[in-house]
């Protein structure tokens, strides 16, 4: 680890559903203060299993606590299906989430899945995005993410160019189903103010391992909590053995 990376706050716990009501009380607090801070916050929301109960219980528990008129809700990924589509990170955001908490529609930004070519889609989702901060580079509020044993996170797989990338949204082709997703780039998601990484399950301890190791892994897990000052990673003892 060089002198300027960063040290990662680690934030182990005994369960996932103990995991889960800690970074969802976390969220909250950190969308009410961008709300009184600027009037406006942007969540960025991960796919995946993992964060359905941290959805379950923002529109649940913390509701009243979150200022759901100021929120405005983009995701970090999508695979390329159909939104109603058992696969569709849309969907599982919508089931658990947006139906409940009273968000106005105009302020969620589904990334797109119509275009034919999902190139055009990516191209399509940046235009919002850089609509949305006025062409200034992009600093989403809160992002929401977690990683895979391989060590991705959002859809930046191990040696994607959306590692590196200058563009906000790239359409890669994933090592898994469906292939054909789109992305932030990693750049983008570093650059969040705050950042919650949800990892549970000893299947992500290797990855985990590698990510908060502090070597000069390629891995994106390993590239985001290097440079991504604002990491927090909620963990639990299954994916983090030894620590207590
Ligand atoms: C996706 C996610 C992806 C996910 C990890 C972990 O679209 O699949 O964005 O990055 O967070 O693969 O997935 P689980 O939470 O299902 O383990």
Same mark, same amino acid.
């Given at each position: 680890?060089?002198?300027?990376?960063?040290?990662?706050?680690v934030?182990?716990f005994?369960?996932?559903?103990?995991?889960?009501a800690?970074?969802?009380?976390?969220?909250?607090?950190?969308?009410?203060?961008?709300?009184?801070?600027?009037g /406006?916050?942007?969540?960025?929301?991960?796919?995946?299993?993992?964060?359905?109960?941290?959805?379950?219980?923002?529109?649940?528990?913390?509701?009243? %606590?979150?200022?759901?008129?100021?929120?405005?809700?983009?995701?970090?990924?999508? /695979?390329?299906?159909?939104?109603?589509?058992?696969?569709?990170?849309?969907?599982m955001?919508?089931?658990?989430?947006?139906?409940?908490?009273?968000?106005?529609?105009?302020?969620?930004?589904?990334?797109?899945?119509?275009?034919?070519?999902?190139q055009?889609?990516?191209r399509?989702y940046?235009?919002?995005?850089?609509?949305?901060f006025?062409?200034?580079?992009?600093?989403?509020?809160?992002?929401?993410? %977690?990683?895979g044993?391989?060590?991705?996170?959002?859809?930046?797989?191990? %040696?994607?160019?959306?590692?590196?990338s200058? /563009?906000?949204?790239m359409?890669?082709?994933a090592?898994?189903?469906?292939p054909?997703?789109?992305?932030?780039?990693?750049?983008v998601?570093a650059?969040?103010?705050?950042? %919650?990484?949800?990892?549970?399950?000893?299947?992500?301890?290797?990855?985990?391992?590698?990510?908060?190791?502090?070597?000069?892994?390629?891995?994106?897990?390993?590239?985001?909590?290097?440079?991504?000052?604002?990491?927090?990673?909620?963990?639990? /003892?299954?994916?983090?053995?030894?620590?207590?």
């Open positions: 680890m060089s002198a300027n990376d960063v040290l990662p706050d934030r182990v005994s369960s996932a559903p103990a995991l889960s800690a970074a969802a009380a976390w969220v909250a607090d950190e969308l009410a203060d961008s709300v009184s801070a600027r /406006r916050a942007s969540l960025v929301l991960s796919g995946g299993s993992t964060p359905r109960t941290l959805y379950e219980l923002l529109a649940g528990r913390f509701k009243d %606590g979150i200022p759901w008129s100021g929120v405005h809700v983009f995701w970090s990924d999508e /695979r390329y299906v159909p939104h109603d589509h058992p696969l569709s990170n849309y969907r955001a919508k089931e658990a989430l947006l139906d409940h908490a009273g968000i106005p529609s105009a302020q969620v930004y589904p990334m797109p899945t119509h275009f034919p070519e999902p055009a889609a990516a399509d940046e235009t919002t995005v850089n609509h949305y006025a062409g200034t580079p992009p600093v989403f509020d809160v992002v929401l993410l %977690g990683i044993a391989d060590g991705h996170t959002a859809s930046v797989f191990p %040696g994607s160019s959306a590692i590196t200058a /563009r906000v949204v359409a890669v082709t090592p898994a189903e469906p054909s997703r789109l992305t932030l780039t990693l750049p998601i650059s969040a103010r705050r950042i %919650g990484v949800l990892v549970t399950g000893a299947s992500k301890a290797a990855a985990l391992a590698v990510a908060l190791g502090g070597r000069h892994s390629a891995l994106p897990a390993a590239v985001l909590a290097r440079t991504a000052s604002t990491a927090v990673w909620w963990v639990d /003892r299954d994916a983090r053995p030894g620590l207590s």
